[in-house]
């Protein structure tokens, strides 16, 4: 695997690589890596002839009093788990590679930045908009490989690939779970015994939701009520939202005709955890 830590150097290595019609497989993470990054990283290998992962605690994404001082960056740790995967390509840059002195270009996608997520962390998604846009500019993959636990950012990054017309396939993977149902996660790190066990109620509360819809409801608000009423049995998470979106737009769904998202993040402790499931596939 080879590690490259500036832009000149990843650009030169992939110039090396590429034929004409080599696919190449793009993964960016923030390090960290558990079973769902490395589900990314399979995937993107059976679909593509190379792989590119990129590990960037990207600092934009992070609102003044989030946890970018104390985010995990376990980084030779990672650098293991990725060559055992046997991933071609490792950039690792600085934010000052990334964000030369005096950066003041930002790519945003309105309507969707500013809804779920967005709403309780202003500019967070206007970080990962921008730093995605780079790293695209910079790989220039044929493929990018992210995970259905992060659905908004999908949703976004999927309308700024449009709109930018980057010529970029978005493959979207399923959420990996523990085996209690816990989705995979970096901060799952922070918490405590007693917060991992508060914090299953996240899936609780989707499952719930899941099996009213399957007894034919189809009613928003029934469904969010149902979900709601699990969250307030547990004293341990504090519940920042809980909706029901199109995919695509995130948009409220106030009657459910066709597929819905189902969105939900909480504080459990001080770690905020999101997850999330889909209605109406089959």
């Given at each position: 695997?080879?590690?490259?830590?500036?832009?000149?150097?990843?650009?030169?290595?992939?110039?090396?690589?590429?034929?004409?019609?080599?696919?190449?497989?793009?993964?960016?993470?923030?390090?960290?890596?558990?079973?769902?990054h490395l589900s990314l990283?399979?995937?993107?290998?059976?679909?593509?002839?190379?792989?590119?992962?990129?590990?960037?605690?990207?600092?934009?994404?992070?609102?003044?009093?989030?946890?970018?001082?104390?985010?995990?960056?376990?980084?030779?740790?990672?650098?293991?788990?990725?060559?055992?995967?046997?991933?071609?390509?490792?950039?690792?840059?600085?934010?000052?590679?990334?964000?030369?002195?005096?950066?003041?270009?930002?790519?945003?996608?309105?309507?969707?930045?500013?809804?779920?997520?967005?709403?309780?962390?202003?500019?967070?998604?206007?970080?990962?908009?921008?730093?995605?846009?780079k790293l695209f500019h910079?790989?220039?993959?044929?493929?990018?490989?992210?995970?259905?636990?992060?659905?908004?950012?999908?949703?976004?990054?999927?309308?700024?690939?449009?709109?930018?017309?980057?010529?970029?396939?978005?493959?979207?993977?399923?959420?990996?779970?523990?085996?209690?149902?816990?989705?995979?996660?970096?901060?799952?790190?922070?918490?405590?015994?007693?917060?991992?066990?508060?914090?299953?109620?996240?899936?609780?509360?989707?499952?719930?939701?899941?099996?009213?819809?399957?007894?034919?409801?189809?009613?928003?608000?029934?469904?969010?009520?149902?979900?709601?009423?699990?969250?307030?049995?547990?004293?341990?998470?504090?519940?920042?939202?809980?909706?029901?979106?199109?995919?695509?737009?995130?948009?409220?769904?106030?009657?459910?005709?066709?597929?819905?998202?189902?969105?939900?993040?909480?504080?459990?402790?001080?770690?905020?955890?999101?997850?999330?499931?889909?209605?109406?596939?089959?």
């Amino acid at each position: 695997m080879r590690v490259c830590t500036t832009i000149t150097e990843i650009r030169s290595a992939l110039r090396r690589a590429q034929g004409s019609d080599l696919r190449l497989g793009f993964v960016p993470t923030m390090g960290a890596l558990h079973e769902g990054h490395l589900s990314l990283v399979r995937a993107a290998k059976a679909a593509c002839d190379a792989v590119v992962v990129s590990i960037f605690v990207n600092p934009t994404q992070f609102g003044p009093r989030e946890d970018l001082a104390k985010y995990p960056r376990p980084f030779e740790r990672d650098c293991g788990l990725l060559q055992k995967e046997g991933v071609d390509f490792l950039f690792a840059p600085s934010a000052e590679e990334m964000y030369p002195q005096g950066s003041v270009t930002w790519v945003e996608v309105e309507g969707l930045s500013e809804k779920l997520c967005g709403r309780s962390r202003p500019g967070h998604f206007r970080g990962v908009t921008t730093v995605v846009s780079k790293l695209f500019h910079i790989i220039q993959p044929s493929a990018a490989f992210f995970g259905q636990k992060d659905a908004a950012q999908c949703a976004i990054i999927r309308r700024m690939v449009r709109d930018q017309n980057f010529p970029v396939e978005m493959v979207v993977c399923p959420i990996v779970r523990e085996p209690d149902g816990l989705a995979m996660s970096s901060r799952n790190a922070y918490l405590s015994p007693s917060e991992r066990k508060s914090a299953l109620v996240l899936y609780r509360a989707l499952s719930e939701i899941q099996s009213c819809f399957e007894h034919s409801e189809r009613s928003a608000a029934r469904l969010i009520a149902a979900g709601k009423k699990v969250l307030a049995e547990e004293p341990g998470a504090r519940l920042d939202y809980l909706e029901i979106v199109d995919p695509e737009s995130l948009g409220s769904v106030p009657v459910i005709g066709g597929t819905a998202l189902v969105a939900v993040a909480a504080f459990v402790g001080s770690t905020r955890l999101i997850d999330n499931i889909l209605l109406g596939t089959d």
